[in-house]
Structures are given as structure tokens and as C-alpha cells.
């Protein structure tokens, strides 16, 4: 993998966010490409429970400072920057005081989801490929992880069809197990739909649910991966019927060898 470029787009990433399936794994295979010669960048939410002084994150002020319609609304952009220690690998952070300065990440402090979650998806999305122009960073592969970043294979192919940077970018999308109960705001569909994505290419956002969310950015990937032994029966044929390459879950101790292959077999 050599000098390839990968973008890597996640819900959540440790060492910044506690350890889970997708935050392990959205560190673990970056860092494989990182040891193996390849370029990369990692894109995640700044939440407010982000310890911004203990992580030294700060502030890119010539990325920063555009604005983004989300659902006919501008909300500004903030970009910041850290590394993660001893790895050289760079993480930027898509920030906005209305959506990320909560101290938390998906829900309250009830467990109830935040009901803005359809659009922090949607200005996440949108923040990640609009920063990613201005770097002038083009990259082989793009990425993705968690529910939360599930929308950009849907911009990606939509709303930014026509950016000539992206002409030959090809997008994997992880699928991992769900990962929260019940439906996002029950408008999102309409908030795509204004960003002119056709209803039938995102139909299913008409009940934005976990598995229905994880369906649109399956379909308008390149390439998908099962990351995860608790991806639902019916979640896990879609993906098998979807005529997209896939690679079937594969353990940790495994992983480094296999997903580079599919890289290079599947993807590239």
C-alpha cells in the first residue's frame, strides 16, 4: 500500500473516544496502512466530551471558517488538528458549536439519542469532503466507519458527483453491528432530498433507522466490508446481494493481511 492515499471517516476513534468495535478498529487499520508506506488521514466529530487540552487539539484557522447549509440553514465549520502520540498520524476534527459542543457524543445524559443526530450526520459529511478540497489531498480510497459517517458515500455520489478530485476516489464502507435503537429525526429524508440527492437513491431514509442508514451508504459505496459478528442476518444479505465486492468478517489477529488484500484486489 505503498504511497497510496486513504481517508479514513469515523464516527469515533480512540485514543479520543473510549474503546469500542468501531473506535479500535478506526485507529487499528489506519495505522496498518500507516506502517505499510501508505498516506493517510483520519476525519472524526469533535464532541465536547473530547478532552481538547490532554489530546493538544487546535484550531486550523485556513481551514476553518466556511459556512455549510445543512436543511436550508448556514452552520459554520470548524476545523481542528491533532496527532495521535508516537503514530505521525494526523486527525482532524470536524467541529460546530450548535451540533458538537455537547458533552457527550450520540445521546444524553438519559440515553435518549440527540434528536439532531440526522443533521450532525449530514454537516459531518459535507464538513469532511469541503475540508478535504481545500487540503487539495486527493485520495485512492475513502473509508468509512460508524453510523455517524454513513452519509458520505450518499454526498459523495449526489452532492458532489462532479468534483473532478474525486473522479477516481473509490469508497469501502465498514458495516458494523447496530448500534443504536429506533429512528433518527424522522424528517432526514427531506434534509437529503434539499441537498437534490434523489428520494429513490435513499428511499430507505424514510425510516431512518440503524440498519436503514447503513443500506445508503452500502449502496453508494464501491466496496463493503463486514467488520463486526453482530451484523444482523438481513443487514448481512443485503450486503451479500448488493453486487458490491464485500469481505465477510474476519477476526482482529487476521485483519492486517486480509484488508490489505481487498484493498488491492477489490477496491483499487
Do not use: C
Not at 120 to 135: C, D, H, N, Q, S
Not at 174 to 181: A, E, K
Amino acid at each position: 500500500m505503498e504511497d497510496k492515499r486513504i481517508l479514513y471517516v469515523s464516527s469515533e476513534v480512540v485514543p479520543y473516544l473510549a474503546e469500542n468495535e468501531v473506535s479500535l478498529m478506526s485507529y487499528d487499520v489506519p495505522k496498518m496502512i500507516n506502517d505499510q508506506g501508505g498516506q493517510i488521514r483520519i476525519f472524526m466529530p469533535r464532541y465536547g466530551n473530547i478532552n481538547e487540552r490532554r489530546h493538544q487539539l487546535h484550531e486550523v484557522i485556513r481551514l476553518s471558517g466556511m459556512n455549510l447549509v445543512v436543511n436550508d440553514m448556514d452552520m459554520p465549520l470548524i476545523i481542528k488538528v491533532a496527532s495521535i502520540p508516537k503514530e505521525r498520524i494526523q486527525v482532524y476534527f470536524i467541529d460546530n458549536d450548535e451540533y458538537f459542543k455537547r458533552k457527550a457524543t450520540f445521546t444524553d445524559e438519559e440515553g435518549v439519542m440527540y434528536p439532531d443526530n440526522d443533521e450532525r450526520a449530514i454537516f459531518f459529511a459535507k464538513g469532511v469532503v469541503e475540508t478535504v478540497k481545500k487540503l487539495n489531498w486527493v485520495p485512492d480510497i475513502i473509508h468509512v466507519h460508524g453510523w455517524m459517517a454513513a452519509m458520505l458515500p450518499v454526498y459523495m455520489k449526489h452532492f458532489y458527483k462532479n468534483e473532478a478530485l474525486f473522479a477516481d476516489t473509490k469508497i469501502v464502507t465498514s458495516v458494523y453491528g447496530q448500534s443504536f435503537d429506533g429512528t433518527l429525526d424522522t424528517e432526514m429524508l427531506k434534509k437529503v432530498m434539499f441537498d437534490n440527492v434523489p428520494e429513490e437513491a435513499v428511499g430507505d431514509l424514510a425510516e431512518p433507522n440503524f440498519e436503514n442508514i447503513m443500506k445508503a451508504s452500502i449502496l453508494h459505496s464501491d466496496a463493503v466490508i463486514i467488520a463486526s459478528e453482530d451484523v444482523s442476518p438481513s443487514l448481512t444479505k443485503f450486503i451479500e446481494t448488493s453486487n458490491k465486492p464485500f469481505l465477510p468478517f474476519v477476526p482482529k489477529e487476521q485483519f492486517a493481511e486480509v484488508y490489505t488484500n481487498f484493498y488491492k484486489t477489490k477496491v483499487l
